[in-house]
């Protein structure tokens, strides 16, 4: 009986061995989750706070153009698309690109509603004081006027502050950038992280960064006029104070201004 028992009590013993690791290294199995934003590109992830200036207290979105701003083009037709092109940079070893899922893109893609016509880029008679070169942004209508010779302007679609974020006034182009980096203020983390959303503090330029292919940047603010990775969102009440515009158009006007052209925001 002895003898019996000997295997028995030897099969038992090694069996603890083996799982006395295992059970040591069970509650290490579970990692705490990490919170990051599903969406980079959500509308939240826009630009910056407020600045000095008029604060309008209703937001629209504008149906169609006031009288002054009436189409050149005969009714019912549009300018087709800036003849600019644009390009995405080459990825460099100090540059953090996120891989894109194409399932995910295509399902998205399908979702998102087209931009109304009356946003794309066109001709448009302008009378307002302003001379030729000056940029004039009205908030109320979300157009962007790049004003020329003769009363006319071009006339593009553009995404402005957000209820709480409005602003106006009048300042200088002082710095361009291409496919700028995005680093959002602490003040926007803080804002952000409230609702449970967390920023990144640094995003390096890319088709996933919500500053677009372009950024004219307003004088010493935290404002800029950007290229936008939601094309959509043109004509709506929908930033932290920018002016967003789509990629082609932001490029098409980037080409077209300087460093020191006068912006008016109304």
Same mark, same amino acid.
């Given at each position: 009986?002895?003898?019996? @028992?000997?295997?028995?009590?030897?099969?038992?013993?090694?069996?603890?061995?083996?799982?006395?690791?295992?059970?040591?290294? &069970?509650?290490?199995?579970?990692?705490?989750?990490?919170?990051?934003?599903? &969406?980079?590109?959500?509308?939240?992830?826009?630009?910056?706070?407020?600045?000095?200036?008029?604060?309008?207290?209703?937001?629209?979105?504008?149906?169609?153009?006031?009288? =002054?701003?009436?189409?050149?083009?005969?009714?019912?037709?549009?300018?087709?698309?800036? !003849?600019?092109?644009?390009?995405?940079?080459?990825?460099?070893?100090?540059?953090?690109?996120?891989?894109?899922?194409?399932?995910?893109?295509?399902?998205?893609?399908?979702?998102?509603?087209?931009?109304?016509?009356?946003?794309?880029?066109?001709?448009?008679? @302008?009378?307002?004081?302003?001379?030729?070169?000056?940029?004039?942004?009205?908030?109320?209508?979300?157009?962007?006027?790049?004003?020329?010779?003769?009363?006319?302007? =071009?006339?593009?679609?553009?995404?402005?502050?957000?209820?709480? @974020?409005?602003?106006?006034?009048?300042?200088?182009?002082?710095? $361009?950038?291409?496919?700028? &980096?995005? !680093?959002?203020?602490?003040?926007?983390?803080?804002?952000?992280?409230? $609702?449970?959303?967390?920023?990144?503090? @640094?995003?390096?330029?890319?088709?996933?960064?919500?500053?677009?292919?372009?950024?004219?940047?307003?004088?010493?603010?935290?404002?800029?006029?950007?290229?936008?990775?939601?094309?959509?969102?043109?004509?709506?009440?929908?930033?932290?104070?920018?002016?967003?515009?789509?990629?082609?158009?932001?490029?098409?006007?980037?080409?077209?201004?300087?460093?020191?052209?006068?912006?008016?925001?109304?």
């Amino acid at each position: 009986m002895r003898k019996l @028992f000997l295997p028995l009590f030897g099969a038992i013993g090694a069996l603890a061995a083996i799982a006395t690791p295992a059970l040591a290294n &069970d509650r290490y199995a579970e990692r705490p989750p990490v919170m990051v934003s599903p &969406d980079l590109s959500a509308p939240w992830v826009t630009q910056l706070g407020r600045a000095p200036g008029v604060v309008r207290s209703s937001r629209g979105y504008a149906v169609q153009p006031q009288v =002054r701003y009436r189409q050149v083009a005969p009714q019912g037709q549009y300018y087709g698309q800036p !003849r600019v092109q644009y390009r995405q940079p080459q990825a460099g070893t100090d540059r953090i690109r996120t891989a894109a899922v194409p399932g995910q893109q295509m399902r998205r893609k399908a979702a998102r509603p087209q931009i109304n016509p009356i946003y794309l880029p066109q001709e448009v008679a @302008f009378d307002g004081k302003e001379k030729p070169g000056t940029i004039v942004i009205d908030t109320t209508q979300n157009f962007l006027y790049l004003v020329g010779e003769g009363g006319k302007a =071009r006339r593009y679609g553009v995404g402005t502050g957000k209820p709480g @974020f409005e602003w106006a006034g009048t300042h200088k182009v002082s710095q $361009k950038r291409e496919w700028p &980096d995005w !680093r959002p203020p602490s003040e926007m983390i803080a804002r952000e992280k409230a $609702k449970g959303r967390y920023l990144p503090t @640094f995003l390096a330029g890319g088709i996933e960064n919500p500053l677009g292919a372009r950024a004219l940047y307003l004088g010493s603010t935290l404002y800029r006029i950007h290229g936008t990775n939601q094309p959509w969102t043109i004509g709506g009440a929908v930033s932290s104070g920018c002016i967003r515009m789509r990629n082609e158009d932001v490029v098409d006007l980037y080409d077209r201004v300087k460093v020191g052209t006068t912006v008016v925001v109304m």
